[in-house]
């Protein structure tokens, strides 16, 4: 911009002198321009190419090479470390509380309510209800009450069936924990009605009725009568993952104090089939849940409080284990959230899990995304009439906007009955729409990967047949003219 | 002129109706549209103090400039100001006056701002005015611009080789508003408005590149650091006002110190970009527009992306919305130059 | 009100005035609606003024410590009072406001008091960084500021003086609500003691490995200096609050070798009262049975006290046990009563760097109160005052009415300061008055961080500062039933909330250097972008013909720029 302006007079138009500078400057030029246009001419080759990596990229992302070792970053979490302290007299208590559990199954919430509320007042906790859910408050004695740990069990278990042996464990809890002063958090015990809506009415209550921050929780799903494994599932709203520590610490937890072994999304890893599938297998389930947003357990609510948070699920078998293994895993767990002086910060935010004790992390699977992104942006640097392709774009920035304060997406349809453009300003349009399609993904993708992936695939095939097509039509009406 | 003129009618509405919605209310807080300077909270609260009475500098998160105390920060102010700075705009244009107005009014930058009521919406406008007036009038607004926000004093060079009577204004207007704030307001809004510009002494995360530089940096070296930054923005003066006619000068100061002043907003990146589009001849010949416009869009969805990552969920880390506003800067002095 | 206080200290210091050096111990054991039990230590010296007719000045310590006391008579101290608190004080579950020892402060550490000043600020100041970090000495390391902005200066009225008027007197107030400061610790304060732990109550206290074991200690000293008319007296407290519901439930019944593990210890020789006193609540029977109960009212209910004097011969190497009649399980009660004032704070909203605290005030009496609120906030937590606004449960319309006035202390940020802030407020009866104040963190610096930045910082309790209590009469006339209330009739006056731990947001620690250089990068570009451009000259470069789709020649004005362009590479070298 600044080169246009100066106050001497611009050169003259025939005063060329042809020095030796001149002659390599020009053949510099020249080069440049082939090279540029080589380039221009072949976008959709470079296209494709950039596509076919980044999707042979994704396809790796279940191949070992990709994958690192999982470790416990948080030196202060020292999980399995901790004599366990719940033995079968709890065990016991939780089959009382089962029991009772069982007759009201059906009840309506405040009898359900009421029911909770009483039991943990026996066991000398405060206890009460929102709306939709129960809490009690566990102030252990040398807590200061500036920090809180959060457990919960819903009503119903992510199979949509009841997780009464869920609440039975969190009420034998709350009896177990009263008492021990070795516990510097505060506890709070929270049995939300249904699946995910009780425990979000509890967060929205949460800060008005106690002090303590919250970094750490656990949900605890139990459908079954025992379990073989358990699951461990991490996926919160809108994709969002808990600090890899948690997710690490229940797996060591499990594995060494609890004496369980570990799945995650209780996809069967034990069979010794390829790897390669069962790590595919492991990265679709996971996709399966952030690409849509959808949490993969009533954990996934808190993650939008800055909570840290998985769902133990308690795989439904005839399987060894029960109260007890649960009991001592949530109770080894609590113990090493417990340690921490620190928000959890140390370890991964983003990652991927392919098998339990392994994770990729962000540098290996977010060029995937990028070179999808880049596959896009790259067709949009065509743009002749960049205003009018704007201006073509703003209906389709209104009709997105409604249909989000609708929260439908079915205002698109309106799309269909709108004027398109034609000539020079449709294909600006579709190049700058390509731009912002191309800018999304990237940049989706560190926040959300599987739904930039997605957003990636749906578009870039779409991309390329509009682009094509009218490419084609332009073609056409060029050579009429 | 009627054209131009319906446009200014279409801007002033959409920011009207807007301010109906709950947008604005989203907006005001958000650090890439308003800093301490310039935030409508912050202006709330000074006049708040003033009104019980007490000195509104003394509680330390007011740092407007006195003048600010007078306004009604009611969102008809702002949309007035951009109302202004459009037909000043107009009146800068030789030509095609009706889109430079929708350029200004429709920016993305410069509304959102004005939603925000970010006092750079006013800043904007009485640094336009400033540019548009001629002789002694361009001076006093200078001053007035310079009282606001302190960078606009750098401008007083090309003003002075625009027009001589400029600079005397400029000198009267600035040392009697000076002289009137102390009388009125006593001694501490220097320290809190202009010294807070100097000195960076709040660091609330913004888009420029001297907040996490300043976080970052370890006392021994501050006065060092300080000392070069500003410089930085001092030593183009000269060399453009040589180079340079004078409303070419001024456009590319502008644009330089949008960008690299200590509590920049996208704001002031609307103000420039507003002038730019004066300048017909300018624009034909920018080097790379389209690449420009890409990287805002990039900058435009990675910025508060990036601040709520990092302040909102906590899973995100300083560094990302650090490097962002480092993409955005190096993209602003890329189509700066 | 504070004229009542001192008629109440009258009796007191004129009893000690006829013996200028005394002692005298206390052991109170409260029990708690929710199977708990507070244990109360109370040791008081009464010492007589240091000052004597010789023109040497001597310090006579016979059972004062001179560890603590002359720091204070050097320093021109009129009174301090030191108070460390860890755990938390349930005021649902107890059913008190606070716990038994008025004087306890909010969480984590607190030194306050009063400095006799003579107009020299700066003296004034000096002398109470001095004492501090002599306490410090003392008690542990960090009780002292540190920095001379974490000083308040402003809380005067909330701890008026019990001698002397605040006119001649400048009060200081330094909290520390960090985790665990100096609480972890009994040598100190038993040091203090003249029986040092190993006789009389302070040996029952002195067994760390039991007393903390148990939930909420409130350790303290309290001193007021002697002047010329009165003697000095200082107080020590220790109380902590034991379960004694055993783990798998069962009855409450407890004595004292159940609690402390031995029966009543060996008397210290220079006590010249020791006494046990429980707080007798329903149902409770004894062993000895006390030989002296009366009624008291204590924190605005009138309660049965019973005292046994452990001086007594007979009394030395006994236990005395405690049981409720006919209870074999405690059953915890379902509902529980609360205190006529209790005070919640939380943060609604947290974001990172944003967020509301909003304070609770629960008034179950059946009058309403008059109060002062006051918080104290660090230098980069800036309140909206603007934005302070009050409402009562149950309703969204604004009580403004209920805020009297307010007193703002603003920090001067970015230098260490407190902010502090006073509200008068009006406690409505029968209801809950909600106190919202929006609040901003700003932005630390590198080197303004703690050590574990990720963790956040601790803020001090609020206090509120009851106006219109009535104070506990010494004896009142029999006729009044056990168990009456009366919610003004209390000598407590300060009720605390809980800590809150804020969240700060955090810069990249590692950071620096790759700061500096990306940015001076990127400040470097700029300026060779413009220098190139600004110092450039221009001229026309021909294209070979034929170049396949390149432009060419001079008559299009876009080849125009790309010719000049190349033109301008090779000029912009040679200028």
């Excluded at chain 3, 010492?47 to 560890?67: K, N, V």
Aim: a neutral charge.
């Amino acid at each position: 911009m600044l080169r246009r302006f100066r106050r001497a007079q611009p050169p003259e138009l025939t005063s060329i002198n042809y020095t030796p500078e001149h002659v390599a400057l020009a053949k510099t030029i020249a080069r440049r321009r082939r090279i540029v246009s080589a380039i221009a001419r072949s976008i959709p080759l470079i296209r494709l190419l950039l596509v076919s990596v980044g999707i042979s990229w994704l396809l790796a992302l279940p191949y070992e090479g990709l994958w690192k070792e999982t470790y416990v970053d948080e030196h202060a979490i020292q999980p399995a470390q901790v004599t366990m302290y719940f033995d079968w007299a709890n065990v016991h208590r939780a089959d009382r509380y089962l029991d009772e559990l069982e007759r009201i199954a059906n009840a309506t919430f405040e009898e359900r309510s009421s029911y909770t509320a009483s039991t943990f007042a026996d066991a000398g906790l405060s206890s009460g209800n929102t709306s939709h859910a129960t809490f009690a408050h566990v102030a252990p004695p040398r807590s200061a009450g500036t920090e809180t740990i959060l457990v919960s069990a819903n009503w119903i278990s992510r199979d949509g069936g009841p997780n009464l042996r869920g609440v039975a464990m969190l009420l034998a809890l709350g009896d177990f924990l009263r008492g021990q002063n070795h516990w510097a958090f505060d506890f709070v015990l929270v049995v939300g009605d249904s699946y995910l809506t009780g425990l979000e009415d509890f967060m929205r209550n949460y800060h008005s009725l106690f002090p303590g921050v919250l970094w750490t929780a656990l949900n605890i799903d139990y459908p079954g009568h025992s379990f073989s494994h358990l699951g461990l599932f991490y996926e919160g709203v809108n994709g969002r993952l808990p600090n890899q520590d948690v997710v690490n610490t229940v797996a060591h937890v499990a594995r060494y104090a609890g004496g369980s072994p570990i799945r995650y999304h209780d996809v069967d890893a034990d069979q010794a089939r390829s790897g390669y599938l069962v790590a595919a297998k492991h990265l679709l389930a996971h996709f399966s849940f952030a690409a849509l947003g959808r949490p993969s357990g009533a954990h996934g609510v808190l993650a939008r409080h800055r909570i840290d948070a998985v769902t133990l699920y308690c795989s439904p078998a005839e399987g060894p284990h029960g109260f007890h293994t649960l009991g001592r895993t949530l109770e080894s767990t609590l113990r090493s959230y417990n340690n921490l002086l620190e928000r959890l910060h140390a370890s991964y935010f983003f990652y991927l899990l392919p098998r339990p004790d392994r994770f990729i992390p962000v540098g290996h699977y977010l060029p995937a995304a990028v070179l999808l992104g880049a596959s896009i942006t790259i067709g949009g640097f065509d743009c002749q009439e960049p205003l009018a392709g704007l201006l073509w774009l703003v209906p389709a920035f209104v009709i997105g906007y409604i249909g989000w304060i609708l929260q439908t997406p079915l205002v698109s349809l309106v799309a269909l009955v709108l004027p398109r453009p034609q000539g020079n300003a449709r294909h600006s349009m579709s190049a700058l729409a390509h731009l912002l399609y191309g800018a999304l993904i990237p940049t989706l993708a560190m926040v959300n990967f599987p739904q930039a992936i997605l957003l990636a695939t749906i578009g870039s095939p779409g991309t390329d047949i509009i682009d094509s097509a009218s490419w084609r039509a332009e073609g056409t009406v060029v050579r009429d003219r | 002129m009627t054209s131009s003129g319906l446009v200014l009618i279409a801007g002033v509405v959409l920011r009207l109706t807007l301010f109906a919605t709950s947008i604005p209310a989203l907006l005001e807080r958000r650090p890439e549209l308003s800093t301490p300077l310039t935030s409508v909270r912050s202006l709330k609260e000074g006049q708040f103090i003033l009104a019980q009475g007490s000195d509104p500098y003394a509680g330390g998160v007011f740092h407007h400039s006195p003048l600010y105390l007078l306004l009604p920060a009611v969102p008809l102010v702002y949309t007035l100001a951009d109302a202004v700075a459009a037909a000043t705009l107009c009146k800068i244009a030789k030509e095609r006056k009706a889109l430079v107005a929708a350029v200004y009014l429709f920016n993305p930058y410069a509304l959102l701002s004005c939603l925000a009521r970010s006092t750079t919406t006013i800043d904007n406008a009485v640094l336009i005015a400033a540019i548009g007036a001629a002789g002694p009038l361009s001076g006093a607004m200078l001053a007035v611009a310079s009282h606001l926000s302190l960078y606009p004093v750098l401008l007083v060079a090309p003003f002075a080789v625009r027009s001589r009577w400029s600079l005397l204004a400029f000198a009267v207007s600035f040392s009697g508003m000076t002289a009137l704030n102390t009388v009125i307001f006593g001694h501490s809004w220097m320290r809190a408005s202009w010294g807070v510009i100097l000195t960076v002494s709040d660091l609330t995360p913004n888009v420029g590149m001297w907040w996490y530089f300043f976080t970052e940096m370890f006392e021994h070296f501050r006065s060092f650091f300080l000392g070069v930054f500003q410089l930085h923005n001092v030593i183009y003066v000269v060399p453009l006002c040589l180079r340079l006619e004078p409303h070419i000068a001024i456009l590319v100061l502008v644009a330089v110190f949008s960008t690299w002043k200590s509590y920049p907003t996208l704001g002031d990146a609307a103000a420039w970009a507003g002038l730019l589009a004066c300048y017909p001849d300018v624009v034909k010949h920018l080097r790379h527009p389209l690449f420009t416009l890409t990287v805002h869009l990039y900058t435009f969805i990675l910025l508060p992306l990036l601040h709520s990552l990092w302040l909102l969920t906590g899973t995100g880390n300083a560094n990302f919305f650090y490097a962002a506003t480092m993409v955005h800067g190096l993209n602003s002095s890329l189509a700066v130059t | 009100m504070r004229i009542l206080l001192l008629a109440s200290l009258v009796p007191a210091l004129a009893a000690a005035l006829s013996t200028s050096n005394s002692f005298h111990e206390a052991l109170t054991l409260h029990p708690l609606p929710d199977g708990k039990l507070s244990v109360l230590f109370e040791f008081t010296t009464y010492f007589a003024s240091a000052s004597t007719g010789s023109s040497l000045r001597q310090s006579h310590h016979y059972l004062t410590p001179p560890s603590l006391l002359l720091p204070l008579e050097h320093n021109n101290i009129s009174e301090l009072t030191v108070s460390f608190v860890a755990g938390q004080w349930d005021q649902r579950r107890s059913g008190e406001a606070g716990p038994l020892h008025y004087e306890s402060g909010g969480g984590g550490g607190e030194v306050r008091g009063w400095l006799r000043s003579n107009g020299d600020k700066a003296e004034s100041d000096r002398a109470w960084t001095a004492v501090t970090h002599a306490l410090g000495g003392l008690f542990c390391a960090g009780l002292g500021p540190s920095d001379e902005g974490d000083i308040v200066r402003s809380f005067g009225d909330i701890y008026p003086p019990h001698r002397g008027s605040p006119s001649n007197l400048t009060h200081y107030l330094l909290p520390h609500p960090f985790l665990h400061l100096c609480t972890e610790n009994l040598t100190p304060f038993l040091s203090l003691l003249p029986s040092k732990g190993l006789s009389g109550l302070s040996s029952l206290l002195a067994q760390p490995g039991t007393v903390f074991s148990w939930g909420f200690k409130s350790e303290g000293i309290e001193v007021i200096m002697p002047d010329e008319t009165s003697p000095g007296r200082w107080r020590g407290w220790w109380e902590g609050v034991v379960d004694l519901v055993p783990e798998r439930g069962g009855s409450r019944a407890f004595s004292l070798e159940r609690i402390f593990g031995r029966g009543i210890p060996r008397p210290f020789p220079e006590a010249e009262t020791s006494v046990l006193r429980l707080m007798v609540s329903e149902g409770m029977s004894m062993e000895p049975e006390a030989p002296k109960r009366e009624g008291k009212w204590i924190d605005g209910r009138y309660r049965e006290v019973a005292e046994w004097d452990l001086l007594e011969p007979g009394m030395q190497g006994r236990d005395v046990r405690f049981w409720w009649d006919g209870e074999r399980d405690f059953v915890h009660p379902r509902t529980l009563r609360p205190p006529s004032i209790s005070v919640l704070r939380t943060v609604t909203a947290p974001h990172a760097s944003d967020g509301t605290f909003t304070i609770r005030f629960s008034n179950a009496g059946s009058e309403s109160r008059r109060a002062v609120y006051s918080e104290v906030w660090p230098w980069w937590v800036k309140g909206w005052i603007s934005e302070i606004s009050l409402r009562v449960d149950g309703s969204d319309e604004s009580r403004d009415d209920l805020l009297d006035s307010m007193s703002y202390h603003p920090s001067t940020p970015p230098t260490p300061s407190t902010t502090s802030l006073h509200l008068f407020l009006t406690l409505p009866a029968q209801s809950t008055l909600v106190v919202s104040i929006p609040f901003t963190k700003l932005t630390l610096k590198y080197t303004e961080h703690r050590p574990d930045a990720e963790r956040g910082v601790e803020i001090p309790s609020g206090i509120l500062n009851l106006l219109d209590t009535i104070g506990e009469p010494e004896s009142v006339s029999s006729d009044v039933p056990l168990g009456v209330e009366n919610a003004r009739q209390t000598a407590r006056r300060r009720i605390y909330t809980n800590r809150l731990l804020l969240d700060v947001p955090t810069p990249d620690f590692s950071m620096p250097y790759n700061v500096i250089i990306m940015s001076s990068t990127v400040m470097a570009v700029f300026f060779g972008l413009m220098q190139g451009a600004l110092t450039r000259k221009w001229g026309w470069v021909e294209l070979p013909k034929g170049e396949g789709r390149g432009k060419q020649g001079e008559d299009e004005p876009k080849a125009g720029v790309s010719v000049v362009e190349g033109g301008a590479q090779l000029a912009g070298s040679s200028s």
